[in-house]
């Protein structure tokens, strides 16, 4: 192999490991409230689970008790509900349920879904959030994918470029999607 040719073997290999290294750490803990309410998917790193998903969102609803405080204190688990518009933001409705649990320790940061009854579970974490709760970054740990979600369908764009920004820094090159909200 010549030398120029070995070279640009390793610089892909390099690429291709950088893009699947294992996700950092959750940045901070997460408030409670993450696991409340209604979120909207604004950017992701592609995936064939998601592929031509438009206006998606996930509403989650804690599970076993009274408010935020006593669903942390009793289960940590939650029911999610999720929708998802095929081809555009007006198309037909996907939609699908499951059921999660925050991970114990993981000071709110870490949870895990169980999909297909349970069949298949994944682990996924919250690593960084907006100081006022309006936006999250969530991945799995091992760095292959990764979601902006924010409160609302749209962002400003100064959010949007500044969260898009720290995903940069959290270490995702890959190419990110941006779905459309209706």
């Not at 949870?111 to 996924?124: D, N």
């Amino acid at each position: 192999m010549r030398p120029t040719s070995a070279i640009a073997v390793a610089a892909l290999l390099a690429v291709a490991s950088a893009a699947s290294a294992a996700a950092p750490p959750p940045a901070r803990a997460v408030a409670p409230s993450f696991y409340s309410g209604r979120w909207y998917e604004i950017a992701r790193a592609p995936n064939l689970g998601q592929r031509d998903c438009q206006a998606p969102r996930s509403e989650f609803t804690p599970i076993g008790g009274e408010g935020e405080v006593a669903f942390i204190a009793t289960t940590g688990e939650f029911a999610v509900r999720q929708v998802c518009r095929k081809g555009s933001a007006n198309g037909p409705a996907k939609v699908f349920s499951t059921r999660g649990r925050i991970l114990p320790g993981s000071r709110n940061a870490k949870f895990e879904m169980v999909f297909l009854g349970g069949v298949k579970k994944q682990e996924y974490w919250v690593l960084d959030t907006a100081p006022d709760g309006a936006w999250a970054i969530m991945a799995t740990p091992g760095g292959n994918y990764v979601w902006l979600l924010s409160r609302r369908a749209t962002m400003s764009e100064a959010a949007r470029e500044a969260a898009i920004a720290r995903i940069r820094a959290l270490g995702y090159g890959q190419k990110l999607e941006f779905p459309a909200q209706g």
